[in-house]
């Protein structure tokens, strides 16, 4: 079991930059795959990076590569998504999210989201 708080979300212009957190309020986060997630509003949420439990391995979604970086500190229980170049069309709530341990393998536990709003 995990609970995870996100934060670092807020209003940037576009062309700027922000890096968003996921701690763990309880649980230990590096027994879990790990990813984050948007969604923008009246739209489904979309996956936009993930990570593996040892941050060996990440993947991005193609509107976000180049620009994002996903990354974690396992010592400080923590997951980063540092967005760079950011772009209007990436106005969205931001979700950290973390895969469990049934046999799906799916995304189980969430954050309650950080509001992040890039303006003209």
């Known amino acids: 079991q995990v609970q995870l708080v996100e934060s670092g979300g807020g209003w940037v212009q576009a062309g700027g930059s922000l890096r968003l957190s996921c701690a763990a309020s309880e649980g230990t986060l590096s027994r879990y795959r790990m990813g984050w997630f948007r969604q923008a509003p009246g739209k489904e949420r979309r996956f936009v990076a993930s990570?593996?439990?040892?941050?060996?391995?990440?993947n991005y979604a193609d509107s976000v590569k180049g620009r994002f970086t996903i990354s974690r500190d396992n010592a400080e229980n923590t997951v980063y998504l540092q967005m760079n170049s950011l772009k209007p069309e990436d106005t969205a709530v931001y979700y950290c999210?973390?895969?469990?341990?049934?046999?799906?393998?799916?995304?189980?536990?969430w954050g309650q989201g950080t509001q992040v709003t890039v303006s003209s």
């Open positions: 999210a973390a895969v469990g341990y049934d046999v799906t393998r799916s995304y189980d536990y």
């Open positions: 990570i593996t439990r040892s941050g060996g391995t990440t």
